[in-house]
Structure formats: C-alpha cells, structure tokens
T-cell receptor, first 109, second 115 residues
Framework: GQNIDQPTEMTATEGAIVQINCTYQ??????LFWYQQHAGEAPTFLSY??LDGLEEKGRFSSFLSRSKGYSYLLLKELQMKDSASYLC??????????WGAGTKLIIKP | IAGITQAPTSQILAAGRRMTLRCTQD?????MYWYRQDLGLGLRLIHY???????GKGEVPDGYSVSRANTDDFPLTLASAVPSQTSVYFC??????????????FGSGTRLTVV
C-alpha cells in the first residue's frame, strides 16, 4: 500500500532551527509537496520537489532524496507564527496526491 | 471572489438528511478535488475532476457524489448523511493535475457535524 510517515508532533524554540522529516512509499513518484496548515484553516502551499536536492525559499528549505524515499522541511529563525501543522504529500504515478497525517509544530518562546 | 469559495462554513446535519456542499473557483483551474480531513489522519480524497464534464472516485467515495457541469463549480452531495461523515471538508483546485509545481489551492473548508 501507499504510505507517508511523518512525526505527529514536534516542539522547538523561537529563533531556533527545526527539521521535519517525511518518508514515503508510493506507487510511482511525480513530486513531493510540503504544505502549512494553521489550526482551523486551509492548507497553504510551501514547496515542491521533484528532483533530488535542496530547494530554498527564504526561511524555509525542502530536501528530497528519491532513492531513499525521504524528504525534510527545514525551518530557520523560527517565529511564533510558524506554529502550525506541516503536511507532506507525494504525487503518485496516477498524479494523485497521497497525504501524510501532518506534523504539529509547537513553538515556545 | 478570489480563489476558492466554499459554503457553508459549518453545518450541523441530522442523520439521514441530504446535503450539498458548494465549491466555486474563479481561477479557471481545470482540476478540482474534494477532501475530508479527520483528526490524526491525512487528507483523504473523496472525488476529483480533471476537467469540466469528467469526474473520478478517490480513496473514500462511498456515500458521496459530485458533478462538474462547468469549470468553476464542483458541488459535493451527501445523499443520506451518517455520523461517520462528520469531518472537515476541503475543496481544492489546480491548473493541471500533472503540473505539480504550483501546488493546489484550497478553500477555507466546511466543518460538518452529523448527529
């Protein structure tokens, strides 16, 4: 079956760096997404990786290793507003998105 | 309207009743999707439409139906609601189901409680 694994919850300190991991097993691969979802709100697009390597966008970076079925989202200079759930999703061979359950990130002052 | 509009925002529904969740987008996106989100589970695809006039079943389609008469609208109907359909429902769209780079745009969600 198809599976996306990510930690349920993580805690970090304001100003610090946190890495959220995602491993996947899917039938085919056509890209990996990271989305941010604040409580009670809709998910919003953060990043997309289709080739191996690191994609950087300001304070957020996303890494992909297709051979390992692994990705991480790196958040630098954490701010209180970064408290949210972070969703990993993989596009399979049929171009359907398979979603992880999300990682709830708690930022402490 | 900018993006995707869902209605209603929330609803309490008696079991056995019929309900239609509305979704309208103004981005002229070809593909549209309905997801449900439950605590501890990932977003699960209910139905999708790659272009106007076509629909397909997702991971959890039972008890739900959709139609796509035009590009902008993609309503989701619960024919006879059951308590297990209590969830938050998100409508989403993308320019092309194969063009992942730009991601999906989501509506603000409908919180449905079936009692």
């Amino acid at each position: 079956g198809q599976n996306i694994d990510q930690p349920t919850e993580m805690t970090a300190t304001e100003g610090a760096i946190v890495q959220i991991n995602c491993t996947y097993q899917t039938s085919g691969f056509n890209g990996l997404f990271w989305y941010q979802q604040h409580a009670g709100e809709a998910p919003t697009f953060l990043s997309y990786n289709v080739l191996d390597g690191l994609e950087e966008k300001g304070r957020f970076s996303s890494f992909l290793s297709r051979s390992k079925g692994y990705s991480y989202l790196l958040l630098k200079e954490l701010q209180m507003k970064d408290s949210a759930s972070y969703l990993c999703a993989v596009t399979d061979s049929n171009y359907q998105l398979i979603w992880g359950a999300g990682t709830k990130l708690i930022i402490k002052p | 309207i900018a993006g995707i509009t869902q209605a209603p925002t929330s609803q309490i529904l008696a079991a056995g009743r019929r309900m239609t969740l509305r979704c309208t987008q103004d981005m002229r996106h070809n593909a549209m999707y309905w997801y449900r989100q439950d605590l501890g589970l990932g977003l699960r695809l209910i139905h999708y439409s790659n272009t106007a006039g076509t629909t397909g079943k997702g991971e959890v389609p039972d008890g739900y139906s959709v139609s796509r008469a035009n590009t902008d609208d993609f309503p989701l109907t619960l024919a006879s609601a059951v308590p297990s359909q209590t969830s938050v429902y998100f409508c989403a769209s993308s320019d092309d189901p194969g063009q992942g780079y730009y991601g999906y745009t989501f509506g603000s969600g409908t919180r449905l409680t079936v009692v």
